[in-house]
């Protein structure tokens, strides 16, 4: 008899679908298909795709497909969608919100042409429906809707179009771990910066981690996660526990009507949360190896804070300090930073930061030798300043914003 299986797409920052990829053939996934944003994979339990939600320290997102067809245009599209049986999918009484993108569609192409026209009309099939079958209308809610539908739009060929509708399991994005309660200026988003760490193959048995321009400490408090093997769903698993609804897929009928998948889905989350608690005891036990700091006295506080939501207290002390003239531990190290890149400079602005790049690398060759360091930045020809030869460098996407890792290793 053949399995039934399931079809999901995980999204994550463009650049990190390869690490994606390793983390969904981890923890089960099958078929994998590396795409732009995203990997779509196949699994024959419903579970795995709640072990890669736990799991995965790259994943912006975890969406499960729902419906797949053809259609010509937006009117046949509203007709595909009309057939569905809504409320196997919802309530009427559930909040949802739909998202239409544009996958690779025809730049010639005659429907399909507006994405938000598209969303209205795919917005219209499920309030209709609802309407002709139970009298009443589910509201639409942007921010916090119990329900929350990606419809996704490719060419096939010759004006045939495929319309995906997926359901998105995670509500609050994955990237939103939950410790950064004290808004710094350009933070780097929390799954970009563990991809960074892992693309730089950082292994925290070999070497420590240093970022001297820690800002809201997000390197420093992802680096703690993966040195303590700890899941980067940490602080939501503790909010599930205490009876909170930290995914959106908590409120799904799929998963609410499946007594099979809560107790499974019970099982691995008590299971983590073990984990993760020896990981935190393993990591307050050893000599701390994650430090750094920020030059300016309220970044510092607001870092301090995260570091300590996140659980970290004992395992990251910081300091007040200037990156240029942070001394290397005695540890082989990666000394990892974001420095301030300037989107919108001020006159004067760009000489200062060349200058501190400029530092930045003079401080790496003097006294950081036998080390390793990486600069993450959206601003290409500062790299410049930096008088070092590259080792690597790794085109990534901090939100819409181009950046570069440079990575240097010191002699
Ligand atoms: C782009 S932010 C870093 C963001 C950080 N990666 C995060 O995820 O929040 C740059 C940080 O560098 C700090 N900074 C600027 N000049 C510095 C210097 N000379 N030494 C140390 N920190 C500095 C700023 O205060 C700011 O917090």
Redesign the pocket.
């Known amino acids: 008899m053949e399995k039934h299986r399931f079809d999901y797409f995980v999204s994550c920052p463009t650049g990190l679908e390869d690490i994606l990829n390793s983390e969904l053939l981890a923890q089960g996934a099958e078929h994998t298909v590396i795409q732009r944003g995203g990997v779509a994979f196949t699994a024959q339990e419903q579970i795995t795709a709640l072990k890669v939600l736990l799991r995965s320290r790259v994943a912006s997102r975890v969406f499960k497909q729902l419906y797949s067809f053809e259609c010509h245009n937006e009117k046949s599209m509203y007709q595909e969608l009309a057939d569905i049986k809504w409320n196997t999918l919802m309530d009427v009484f559930q909040t949802f919100r739909l998202t239409t993108i544009f996958g690779k569609l025809d730049p010639q192409r005659e429907f399909f042409t507006n994405s938000q026209f598209t969303n209205l009309k795919a917005k219209d099939a499920i309030v209709d429906w609802f309407n002709d079958n139970k009298g009443r209308r589910p509201s639409v809610e942007k921010d916090h809707p119990d329900i929350s539908y990606l419809l996704r739009v490719d060419d096939v060929k010759d004006g045939i179009y495929k319309v995906q509708l997926m359901l998105d399991l995670c509500g609050n994005p994955l990237s939103n771990r939950g410790y950064r309660r004290v808004p710094?200026?350009?933070?780097?988003r929390e799954n970009l910066?563990a991809g960074i760490l892992m693309l730089l193959a950082w292994d925290p048995k070999v070497e420590g981690l240093v970022?001297?321009?820690?800002?809201?400490a997000?390197?420093l408090i992802e680096g703690a996660l993966i040195s303590g093997d700890i899941s980067p769903q940490w602080l939501k698993l503790k909010d599930w526990k205490k009876n909170m609804r930290p995914w959106a897929f908590l409120s799904n009928q799929w998963f609410t009507q499946d007594e099979n998948l809560k107790k499974a889905f019970s099982d691995l989350a008590f299971n983590q949360l073990a984990l993760d608690e020896e990981g935190l005891k393993r990591l307050e036990s050893e000599t701390p190896t994650l430090t750094g700091?920020?030059?300016?006295a309220y970044?510092l506080s607001a870092a301090k804070e995260n570091v300590r939501v996140a659980g970290f207290s004992k395992i990251i002390p910081l300091i007040q300090?200037?990156?240029?003239s942070l001394p290397a531990p005695l540890k082989k190290t990666l000394f990892v930073c974001?420095?301030?890149y300037g989107e919108r400079l001020q006159a004067g602005e760009d000489e200062a930061l060349r200058a501190?790049y400029h530092d930045l690398g003079e401080n790496w060759k003097k006294n950081w030798k036998g080390h390793r360091a990486a600069v993450l930045t959206g601003n290409l020809p500062l790299l410049k300043s930096i008088s070092l030869r590259t080792s690597k460098r790794i085109p990534l996407y901090n939100g819409d914003i181009e950046c570069r890792v440079a990575e240097y290793q010191l002699f």
């Open positions: 710094t200026e350009a933070p780097v910066a970022d001297g321009m820690c800002g809201s997000t390197f700091g920020d030059a300016d970044v300090s200037k990156a240029e974001n420095p301030p501190l």
